[in-house]
């Protein structure tokens, strides 16, 4: 088993609907986790992070950590089409010394 | 937000030809990175470095090398650069647990 494994899509999601990423990891990966969007041809960028069971609330995105369950999604509400990315789930080590990337999920918001 | 700076943008450049990719952050973050990523594939760790003459070799297998001689600087070198190198070099830097910040990245070429 990967230590972070996302869908690897492609998502497509009208504008103005919510849009969902999910991403689950292993044992190997410690309760940090980090949500980082990515524009083609583009560096990724940190948008969500979230430490704690539960949920976090920052304007438009949502993270949520289930630890119980071992997933960590990405909620996007009221989606626009400059959201259109691919969207990077990563994990930190026990460590926390580096992260581990998943392969991430293409999102498509359509006007 | 960190302030991180890679250079080149983009290189072209020939086989055998030795190369040093820039990198610098003007953060003090002791943690600093160094990632691979072809086109519309995952992000895989080449080098990371915890401070000061730490260098350590990520998770992918790479001929290249890095040297961190200063807080602030994090270069990396191929010897003798063939077309299997061609890729996007990204580079990143951590404080700690809050994740990481990436700069614009190299996008290399070798013909």
């Known amino acids: 088993q990967k230590e972070v494994e996302q869908n690897s899509g492609p998502l497509s999601v009208p504008e103005g609907a919510i849009a969902s990423l999910n991403c689950t990891y292993s044992d190997r990966v410690s309760q940090s986790f980090f949500w980082y969007r990515q524009y083609s041809g583009k560096s990724p960028e940190l948008i969500m992070s979230i430490y704690s069971n539960g949920d976090k609330e920052d304007g438009r995105f949502t993270a949520q950590l289930n630890k119980a369950s071992q997933y960590v999604s990405l909620l996007i509400r009221d989606s626009q089409p400059s959201d259109s990315a691919t969207y990077l789930c990563a994990g930190a080590n026990f460590g926390n010394e580096k992260l581990t990337f998943g392969t991430g999920t293409r999102l498509t918001i359509i006007p | 937000e960190a302030d991180i700076y890679q250079t080149p943008r983009y290189l072209v450049i020939g086989t055998g030809k030795k190369i040093t990719l820039e990198c610098s952050q003007t953060m003090g973050h002791d943690k600093m990175y160094w990632y691979q990523q072809d086109p519309g594939m995952e992000l895989h760790l080449i080098h990371y470095?915890?401070?000061?003459?730490?260098?350590e070799k990520g998770d992918l297998s790479s001929e290249s090398t890095v040297s961190r001689i200063r807080t602030e600087h994090f270069p990396l070198t191929l010897e003798s650069a063939r077309p299997s190198h061609t890729s996007q070099y990204l580079c990143?830097?951590?404080?700690?647990?809050?994740?990481?910040?990436f700069g614009q990245g190299t996008r290399l070429t070798v013909v």
């Open positions: 990143a830097s951590s404080a700690g647990t809050g994740g990481i910040f």
């Open positions: 470095s915890y401070g000061v003459n730490s260098t």
